[in-house]
């Protein structure tokens, strides 16, 4: 054998026997290092240069539950595992990376919970409460923290990737609370801010409706909600948003006011869009005679609506023919009435109105009336013993006349 030859045997007996003495000082606890080399459904086999190939079987992947041991991991990654148990004779290697990634797991979270981080996290699970993530331990992120907004069903969450920070660490306990709100609220902050420092006072711009309330709508002006007030959302009465608006809606507003220490930017949607008193001259007419409606009733008067947001006086005294002691007699709010633009003067928001003018006078009453009414006030005056008569020149009194004989049949 030549000197060559030797020399490469016993390389080779040397590195068996290096192997030999790694095989022989294995043992239950040992940290160790391979390469998958193949995934089943419920475990995976790892190449760590031992005798026989180790097993982690799916639970001791990782510390969430997988469905299949693909989820965790794939052939040819490198992974670093814990010896659970060893059997040289059946040949069995147990081997656990979930214990390893739990043992570096928790330095790397303490780092990043010191350090408020923002990190990516994969979702695993869906559960009651909230989702499941794997940060080498189980993480939890409740429902109240993945978004800014009400999430009602996180079936389809399962596989996204989220931007968490931790919220709270135990690891006595082994609890581990993420929040991508938290993440997102201070993007939105940030945006929000900037957007502020913006805006301008009088300025219009395009909004969509986020949400509605009893009190107005929020509206998103480029990623921060402003809100129009109902009395701000249309020129003509509003009883609630609802009933003049819907979630989606892109409208016109108005910036009426931007308040960065609070963080409140007051909007108008009817300021954005012409007053109704500016058309009001180009819409109406002395002497025109359009349809209206009784807005409000007061003891001089009423006051009819005959375009959104314009109003018009008409005076007790132009609501009948008849006389009247107040309007409530005729008319009531809600009713929809003809009325006669008698005068109108949109410098001044003011209206004349009549409705007495949009119907026919009554017809005088006949003469045959006031000949009875005439015949009956003569009788009255006969039934008077103190009416006189006259009677070529001479004037005496019933009274005088008859008075016995009235006295008597009386």
Sequence with gaps: MSEEMKDQQETVEATNQDELEQIVSLKKGDTVRGTIVKVEDNQAYVSIGYKYDGVIPIRELSSVQLDSAA?????????????????DEKESLVLSKRAIDSENAWDELQKRFDSQETFEVVVKDVVKGGIVVDVGVRGFIPASMVERHFVEDFSDYKGRTLRVKVKELDRENNKVILSQKDVLDEEFEVNKQKIMAELQEGQVIEGTVQRLTQFGAFVDVGGVDGLVHVSEIAWSHVDKPSDALSEGDQVKVKVLKVDPEKGKISLSIKAAQPGPWETAADQFNTGDIVTGEVKRLVNFGAFVEIAPGVEGLVH??????KHIGTPHEVLKEGQSVQVKILDVNPSEKRVSLSIKETEEAPAPA?????TSNKGHSAR?????????????????TLGERFGDKLSKLK
């Design 380 to 396: 009255e005056e006969l039934n008077n013993p103190n009416v006189s008569l006259s009677n070529q020149g001479m004037s005496i």
């Design 71 to 87: 989820e965790a991991v794939q052939v040819g990654q490198e992974v670093e595992a814990k010896v659970v148990s060893i059997n």
């Design 366 to 370: 006949p003469k045959a009336e006031r």
């Design 316 to 321: 007790i005294s132009q609501i009948s023919h």
